[in-house]
């Protein structure tokens, strides 16, 4: 009998499912993946998603021929889905499918795989050996390259007869490794100009075509269950193989001939964690030594190594100075931290709580284990201090949320309310009503549409849809009577396609308010006000009208804010005792806080230069047209 396997993934909403669709599904369903591992396993394929979503993956050319490979089944996950803290609804969402198989997943080995990777040809069935061979735990990288770079050549190679991605390994290493992400270039330990604040995985460059690597953190890809679980205590990453495979039988897919995993993402992502300089080993234990769990220090005793040409002979060499390096760095760290009650998961649950209960949803799913750290397998001390500190980052956070509020909207204790404020304002200027609903566009529609208010119809767009090949027309409704679009930095170069996309869809001289959140901005050295003057002609180039501009910032915000940051990452790194000097930096903050935004609201946003501007809202007057 062939070994049962299910193939679990999750994504919703359909601006990501078609992304989904467009590369990483095309990709799976080269013949030496989804095929291949349908040769030698009874395998079904599982997609968590919400029940509204279903009819679109139905119709859409990739599932249909995902559907002639093998079985396809979803799972509704309508009450694990929020605005935010992905994280513990994808964590969730997995824990969901592997618990519904009760006391069959001992005989399951379940493939993990995010809606947002990109497989080399073969990599499943290389795999699939593993699981033919019965190991517990197969680990896999992902080698992470910038999106805007290396799309363009991914969709080229799509089969347009057949709507497959197929690439061999090197070909696709051949694609991605000379355009590394720059978070990949900060943990490259042969070059001295860049780190990150947040290391979690460690490179060395061996030669042009090659990069050896070792991973604290690194992707759970298959796992055979050794004992039934009922509900889950931490991230996927965190507690997955020690809650179902505690025998650690396992083994690492690091060679990329074999297995070649693509993770995309853009070029400004997580760009806050970069610093100019060489890394401080010392900063690298202290950072390591909060998160990292037993299952983490052990991961990163494997070598991985990408490479485009064969094997160079400088790589045992490499590989000796990875390993005294990892050695070195383990015998400084401290006790690794339990799993089940890791403070990165507790606090992530209490945000997500939060949200679901701003949307009117209190009750706990049953996969969330929230006391579990009451009724685990650590000694009494560990289980009382779980206790504690769960309860206290409970009150913690929703002491927090009830000062600062949660965005959008904030309270004027938040640094960032002047951000949001100026977003509102900006957008109630050209909000009317009569003559048509106001479009709101925006990465996820409901952040645009909160700062509308409630009073204003409106109808969302995602960011995604409207700068897709099938960007919606004219609404049946009729055109709409202004636009209002929210966007991150990272999308500031888009403003020109945006605001020619929009125009079709309104009202002749409807008008259209762009705003720019550079979110998080004020932990950055740079100064977006100067990076905005690059961006000039993608912002308002070509446009025949005079696009007004007002913006919100300045040091005293950026100062204020970097201590709200300070004071959240002391409380991480050293829990209740660090509110001896969180409290009144908090006090400081908040106080200040509410005078700086009160100053702010009486004289309104700048014309003029402003220095480390945080938003810019932009207003593109009269610029609607006949539709067609």
């Known amino acids: 009998m062939p070994r049962k396997a299910k193939f679990l993934t999750a994504v919703w909403g359909e601006d990501y499912i078609r992304r989904f669709a467009s590369l990483s599904l095309p990709s799976f369903l080269a013949e030496g993946n989804l095929p291949a591992l349908a040769a030698i396993t009874d395998l079904e394929v599982v997609i968590m998603t919400r029940s509204a979503d279903v009819a679109y993956f139905e119709q859409h050319p990739s ?30 969402a997995y824990a969901r499918a592997v618990i519904a198989c009760g006391r069959g997943m001992l005989d399951t080995h379940f493939v993990f795989m995010n809606a947002d990777f990109v497989l080399s ?30 799309e363009p050549g991914l969709e080229a190679s799509i089969d347009a007869s057949s709507g497959v991605l197929s690439i061999p390994s090197r070909q696709l290493a051949a694609m991605s490794m000379p355009h590394p992400h720059a978070t990949t270039v900060a943990k490259t330990r042969t070059q001295t100009f860049c780190h990150t604040t947040h290391p979690n995985q460690f490179f060395w460059q061996v030669d042009e075509n090659t990069l050896l690597g070792r991973y604290f953190l690194i992707f759970m890809l298959c796992l055979k269950p050794e004992r039934v679980i009922e509900s889950i205590n931490s991230y ?34 997580e760009q806050f964690m970069v610093r100019i300089g060489a890394a401080n080993d010392g900063q690298v234990v202290r950072d390591l030594s909060t998160w990292t769990t037993a299952e983490h220090r052990r991961a990163a005793s494997h070598d991985v190594v990408f490479h485009m ?63 579990e750290p009451l009724r685990t397998r650590l000694p009494l001390r560990t289980r009382l201090t779980a206790s504690f500190r769960q309860q206290f980052w409970s009150i913690a956070f929703n002491l927090r949320s009830l000062v600062y509020g949660d965005a959008p909207p904030v309270s004027p204790f938040n640094p960032l309310w002047g951000d949001y404020d100026h977003a509102a304002r900006a957008f109630a200027r050209v909000a009317r009503s009569g003559a048509g609903p106001v479009l709101a566009v925006a990465e996820i529609p409901a952040t645009a549409q909160r700062l509308l208010g409630t009073r204003v119809e409106a109808r969302a767009l995602g960011l995604v849809e409207l700068l897709s090949d ?19 930095r990272k999308d500031v170069r888009k403003i020109r396609s945006i605001v020619e996309r929009l125009r079709p869809m309104l009202a002749r001289g409807a008008a259209i308010s762009v705003f720019v959140h550079h979110l998080g901005g004020e932990a950055e050295a740079g100064n977006f006000s100067d990076e905005l003057a690059l961006y000039t002609a993608d912002v308002i180039g070509g446009y025949p009208g005079t696009p007004k501009c007002t913006f919100v910032g300045g040091e005293p915000k950026r100062f204020l ?16 005792f660090a509110m001896a000097w969180v409290l009144p930096l908090l006090a400081f903050d908040a106080l200040s806080s509410v005078l700086l935004n009160a100053g702010l609201r009486a004289r309104g946003p700048a014309s003029g230069y402003i220095r480390h501007c945080s938003s810019v809202a932009i207003c593109f007057e009269d610029a609607g047209r006949a539709p067609g």
């Open 121 to 150: 040809d073969g990599s499943l069935r290389a795999m699939g050996r593993h699981i033919e061979a019965g190991r517990s735990i197969v680990l896999a990288p992902s080698f992470r390259a910038i999106a805007e770079a290396v």
């Open 236 to 269: 996927c990453d965190y507690a997955l193989v020690p809650e179902l495979c505690p025998s650690g039988d396992e083994v690492v897919m690091g060679d990329s001939d074999e297995f070649f995993m693509l993770e995309l993402q853009r070029a400004d992502q």
């Open 561 to 576: 804010h970097r201590i709200l940051r300070r004071a959240r990452r002391d409380y991480r790194r050293f829990g209740p």
């Open 309 to 371: 040409q064969d094997l160079p002979p400088g790589l045992p060499a490499a590989r000796a100075e990875a390993g005294a390096f990892i050695d070195a760095l383990r015998r400084r760290l401290g006790p690794p931290i339990p799993h089940e009650v890791h403070p990165y998961w507790i606090s992530g649950v209490e945000a997500w709580r939060f949200h679901r209960r701003s949307a009117g949803v209190d009750s706990v799913p049953p996969e969330l284990s929230v006391a």
């Open 63 to 92: 599932f249909k021929l995902l559907r002639r490979v093998c079985p396809v089944r979803f799972v509704d996950i309508d009450d694990l889905v929020t605005s935010s803290v992905y994280g513990v609804t994808l964590t969730l």
């Open 470 to 488: 099938k960007a919606p027309g004219p609404s049946v409704d009729g055109p709409g009577s202004a636009a209002v679009v929210y966007l991150l």
